[in-house]
């Protein structure tokens, strides 16, 4: 087997690299590197941030926003559908006809659903924090080197199944209230019932499917 060879002569060449870097090193990693993780973390929480804003100020758009089951259940030749800001209703750009409370039903709705997506948000947030983290806990050579061996790669995976896995189970026990107001809103509201896509089979596997995910890890 050629690969320990080649492991290990990589490893030799890159002696005089990481003794170079070492001149500059803080806290095991060179300053560069270390500027570098900074910028890339606040780029990823700038970026996260608005995309939270700007879920309650945008139109929620219901015929792509969730879909769930094989094919979605949610079929392409829907028109797009939204709910706005105010709670109208949308299809095909043009406004339904709604009374007090089927609005108090769509804002009802839109707000169980950008809770999903935000906490959506806080899980990116959180896996991009622990790969950061992971990279960032170490020297120049034991990143390279933890590339070459694929022990970065298995560090990364194992503080994601850690620190993102209980959070990720925490959208599966959203989903039975926001299946309850979907329901109601489909019941008041006939243009919205194509539109409402989760069912209880995908509720009653979602934990399923999140512990098998985390399982190949």
């Known amino acids: 087997m050629k690969t320990p060879v080649i492991l290990a002569t990589a490893a030799c060449l890159l002696l005089p690299i990481a003794a170079q870097a070492g001149d500059t090193r803080d806290g095991g990693i060179t300053t560069e590197i270390r ?45 797009r559908a939204e709910i706005t800001p105010a709670g109208d209703f949308l299809v095909g750009g043009q406004r339904v006809a709604i009374d007090v409370p089927q609005r108090r039903q769509l804002l009802d709705y839109r707000a169980r659903v950008i809770e999903v997506a935000k906490y959506g948000i806080e899980i990116g947030q959180r896996s991009a924090d622990a790969a950061l983290d992971a990279v960032g806990n170490g020297s120049m050579l034991g990143l390279v080197w933890g590339g070459l061996t694929g022990s970065l790669e298995r560090r990364v995976e194992q503080m994601v199944k850690r620190e993102i896995e209980p959070a990720v189970r925490g959208i599966c026990r959203q989903l039975p209230g926001l299946r309850d107001s979907q329901q109601r809103l489909a019941a008041s509201l006939p243009q919205f019932k194509p539109y409402a896509t989760l069912d209880a089979d995908d509720i009653a596997d979602c934990e399923s499917d999140v512990r098998q995910e985390f399982a190949v890890r």
């Not at 780029?43 to 969730?66: F, G, H, M, W, Y």
Request: proline share 2%.
């Open 35 to 79: 500027q570098e993780l900074a910028d890339a973390r606040r780029e990823v929480r700038t970026e996260l941030a608005q995309a939270s804003r700007d879920l309650e100020t945008d139109n929620l758009r219901v015929d792509n926003s969730l879909r769930f089951g094989d094919d979605g259940r949610a079929s392409k030749d829907l028109p």
